[in-house]
């Protein structure tokens, strides 16, 4: 029996995700900024937002229970139906 774990993909060749389907964990990043460091700031839903150390800028978001607050029922075994899920969070970023 196969069975995944993760999957990683980019967003409109701008923005990079790595969900980890086993802890129900999506991370969002600016493909070109996935190695700036960066700070996180706790946003009021729990999501953490991913900001530039010197500029403060926005380039990255981390949502723990990702699936459990915005999914429902079972996540997609699709891996085009998990990219239309995961879509609307990576615009929020990449706007």
Same mark, same amino acid.
């Not at 839903?45 to 029922?73: C, E, F, H």
């Given at each position: 029996?196969? @069975?995944?774990?993760?999957?990683?993909?980019?967003?409109?060749?701008?923005?990079?995700?790595?969900?980890?389907? @086993?802890?129900?964990?999506?991370?969002? =990043?600016?493909?070109?900024? =996935? @190695?700036? #460091?960066?700070?996180?700031? *706790?946003? #009021?839903?729990?999501?953490?937002?991913?900001?530039?150390?010197?500029?403060?800028?926005?380039?990255?978001?981390?949502?723990?229970?990702?699936? !459990?607050?915005?999914? @429902?029922?079972?996540? #997609?075994?699709?891996? =085009?139906?998990? *990219?239309?899920?995961?879509? #609307?969070?990576? =615009? !929020?970023?990449?706007?």
């Amino acid at each position: 029996m196969v @069975s995944t774990d993760t999957i990683e993909g980019i967003v409109d060749g701008r923005l990079w995700f790595h969900l980890d389907i @086993s802890n129900d964990v999506l991370y969002l =990043r600016l493909a070109d900024a =996935r @190695s700036t #460091p960066t700070y996180a700031d *706790e946003q #009021p839903d729990g999501a953490l937002l991913l900001r530039v150390l010197d500029t403060d800028q926005p380039v990255g978001l981390t949502i723990v229970n990702w699936w !459990k607050k915005y999914g @429902s029922g079972m996540i #997609p075994d699709s891996i =085009r139906d998990l *990219e239309k899920t995961i879509e #609307p969070f990576a =615009r !929020k970023i990449a706007a």
